[in-house]
């Protein structure tokens, strides 16, 4: 594994400024639109209701006006018609171990419902916090036909249990336990010692996150982040496959979209039969629960197998950091050699083997894993395909970029419901431990080349010892990472509530690309949508005193789109949807749309530049070149975050 130095990155104030100042950037009620909620997928705030939050918080309040306000602020901030409930423990009586019940079930979003809900809740009693979460799973949906939701157990508390059967950390394990969909994260509102561990503890254990919130505005700022990261969940989309632990009784894969479930250390097997010819391309996604525990070298290793002991290619790749887990993406393709007679150039069954790796301490549920798989078959007799194109060109880290000014924007969740975006500037909010997935139609002959800047924002007293790091990615139509382990661009840059930047890049669309020897080119050999996933760490919720964190994306896709993969193509015409009808190797145009160079700058101002920190260890992606006997020709290169 190659291990490369990471680089500090240059920032041009003039323009970023001016980006992330044109118009608030705080979250508002209006929020924008999400993809309708999975099937099984909800969540339930649990509300301590007990004696203690009719004290008061040391603003002039009581406990339980604060947490009503923060509920409110979350239910504003919620996406519309997202499945929400509240239960509330020691609201109804002075004393009493059973004292917990659904105040509002958990239905399509009625904000008023729930506001009314927790306008009558007066705090009286005991503190029965395990009984309260049993009940809370039995509140939220189930998933049916094996689809994969997110249920979500949040749990508002200013104290521990205090009637100690069941045991509360107990319950958030079984119930963490009895599926990959559900998990429990827990807010503790002004605790200390054994109260806060308690709760850490529940969170741990229910393979979720928890929350210190000091104060009432940091009550109200964590409630709204654990909620919206729920109900902006990955939205998983597939048909359940269950793999096999040895190729023995793996089930048979056809092209589609799967969905199966992986442990740490686990081997997944599936079988498929390919041709001679066509080029078959995987990918696996797994999803853990934003922020879980990961170590740096934690990683998604896949690999496609042929025959007794051959490997036709392997890829690998790394977290790369131990903030907290991100959806990681490993892809790898059988590419059949262009004479004709390397190894795994014959038909027959393979495998995709998709393997999990975890150091001892990290997260140790079961995470889902969606499965991609396509067939790319032979251009047809006659087409010469363009030459290959393995460098950055025009699309390295200098290019020029769009300075218009930015359009707002919402990110999807996933490669599901990526938000399309075109050439131009464009500012979205993100969340600390969140990933925001954006897709751009890119051509044969061009290339994508793109900008993240991360907002200067306000920051919470005491932030100067954190330190957390925004990051990026970009993937081929099939999936498949390709900015790893480039000395071109880095995926990682340090953020500290001051403004931050790093850009990422592929090199142009060439069908013969699947024949070169470099990670970050084989993969770029198809047009579509090139996918575009942008990451800011766990540790940004001890820094930024917004629930939420802006970020600007400045998008280009360069080069002249050519009509087809063929030599001497002829550039497209785009038309209004930027489909001129079919290519010369009977696909469909379309998409690529961007027929521009480079974008001429526009100076703003006087031009600033900060020097940011330098990152933490960038790890290159591992993968492997296959050779004429099957093997492995080249050494594994580094991992990413």
Known sequence: MAVRPCRGVMVLLGGLLLALTAAPLQATAATPARAPAAEG???????????????????GSTRIDSARKAVGTVVDALPDGYPTGLRVYGADKPQG?????????VAALDRAGIKRAVARVEPKGDTPIGLSLRKAAADLPRPAGGSIGKRTILLISDGEDNCRTPPPCKVAARLAASGVDLHIDAIGFQVAGKARAQLECIAKAGNGQYYDAPDA???????????QLSADGYRFKGKQLRGSVTRGGAPAM???????????NEERYYATDLDAASTADFSA????????????????HTRIAYGTDSACQSTTEFFGQQEGAT????????????????GCDKAGRYWLVVERKAAKGSDAPRWPVELTFHVEHPLKKGITPAQSEPEYGAGGKDATLPTTAPKDVTGGTGFNDA????????????????????????GWGQQLRYDVEFANEPTVRGYSAHTSSGGTQVYTPFRAPVGSGTTEFSRQVSYNGRPASLSMGTVPVAWTNRYENHPNVIPVHRKGDFYLAVTLGAKAAQIAENPQIGVVLRIAVLGKEKSGPQAGAAAVAAGPQGDSGPSEDGTPVGGGGWSTGRVAAVAVGAVGVLLLAGLAVAYGRARSKPRAD????????????
């Open 41 to 59: 997928t909800g969540m339930v705030m649990v509300l301590d209701s007990s004696g203690s939050m009719a004290g008061k918080d040391g603003s």
């Open 97 to 105: 171990c059973d004292d917990t019940r659904l105040a509002q079930q």
């Open 217 to 227: 505005r940091s009550l109200a700022r964590q409630l709204q982040r654990a909620g």
């Open 254 to 264: 056809a092209p589609g979209q799967y969905l199966d479930s992986i442990g740490p």
């Open 285 to 300: 996604t797994v999803v853990p629960q934003p922020g879980a525990a990961v170590d740096h070298l934690d990683a998604l």
């Open 327 to 342: 959806p990681l993406t490993s892809g790898v393709s059988r590419v059949p050699s262009q004479g004709g007679t390397g």
């Open 419 to 442: 938000r399309t975006l075109h050439q131009g500037v464009w500012r979205d909010k993100v969340l600390p431990a969140q990933t925001l997935w954006y897709k751009v139609p890119v």
């Open 630 to 641: 099957g093997g492995n020709s080249d050494p594994m290169r580094g991992g990413s975050w």
